[in-house]
């Protein structure tokens, strides 16, 4: 069974960064799409989690929410097992329980709807104040 683990959240100001990771133990993901998620106090179910961004398997391909283009990229380290989440430039709405997800076979437009996801992180509080 894959477990995966968020690190790397916090409290930080408006215009700070921060780098989350998320390690992957149980299986090898090189050859699975991940994804970030945010989601909000209130909101558990599936299909009230955000999109944030995306590295999709095979062609590696990175994705994007349009509210953090041009601020957060995403990238993994195959050999690690990791993901992470480069965030600069932070601002107050980005504040959320950051989660990451993954799986096999999901690929293109599917990458947004964390329903084609099988296996979650518990998550990672990320707070930016004003």
């Known amino acids: 069974q894959v477990q995966l683990v968020e690190s790397g959240g916090g409290l930080v100001q408006a215009g700070a960064s921060l780098r989350l990771s998320c390690t992957a133990s149980?299986?090898?993901?090189?050859?699975?799409?991940m994804a970030w998620f945010r989601q909000y106090p209130g909101k558990e179910r599936d299909f009230e989690r955000d999109f944030v961004a995306a590295v999709e398997y095979m062609t590696e391909r990175r994705y994007y929410a349009d509210a953090v283009k041009g601020r957060f990229s995403v990238s993994r380290d195959k050999a690690k097992n990791t993901l992470y989440l480069q965030m600069d430039s932070l601002k107050p709405e980005d504040t959320a329980v950051y989660r990451c997800?993954?799986?096999?076979?999901?690929?293109?437009?599917?990458?947004?709807?964390?329903?084609?996801?099988?296996?979650w992180g518990q998550g990672i509080q990320v707070t930016v104040s004003s």
């Open positions: 149980g299986r090898n993901l090189s050859d699975s799409s």
């Open positions: 997800a993954a799986a096999a076979s999901v690929w293109g437009s599917a990458l947004y709807t964390a329903r084609y996801f099988d296996n």
